[in-house]
């Protein structure tokens, strides 16, 4: 028996390759709302990011949403995803 493939994903703050378990997805909706996907399932365009403080403020400070959604995402997304993530801990 085949050992069960591991999907990998990787951090568009760090450029790092990552088991898809150990990374925060983001997802923009069909409607164009974004937020922080911890299920990893919800419907729409994903773009993945380490689960770390320093790649999480990474996004905000490069943009980054920007260019994965190809789309001009508002500063209250970076600061509404900044929240939810370091408000969970």
């Known amino acids: 028996m ?12 760090c450029r790092q390759e990552r088991p898809k378990r150990d990374l925060l997805r983001v997802v923009k909706s069909a409607e164009g709302k974004i937020s922080l996907d911890f299920s990893g399932r919800l419907p729409g365009r994903g773009a993945y990011v380490c689960n770390e403080g320093a790649c999480i403020k990474k996004l905000a400070q490069k943009k980054l949403l920007n260019k994965a959604f190809s789309a001009d995402v508002p500063a209250e997304v970076y600061a509404a995803v900044e929240a939810e993530f370091f408000g969970g801990k």
């Open 2 to 13: 085949t050992p069960k493939k591991i999907p990998m994903r990787t951090c568009i703050a």
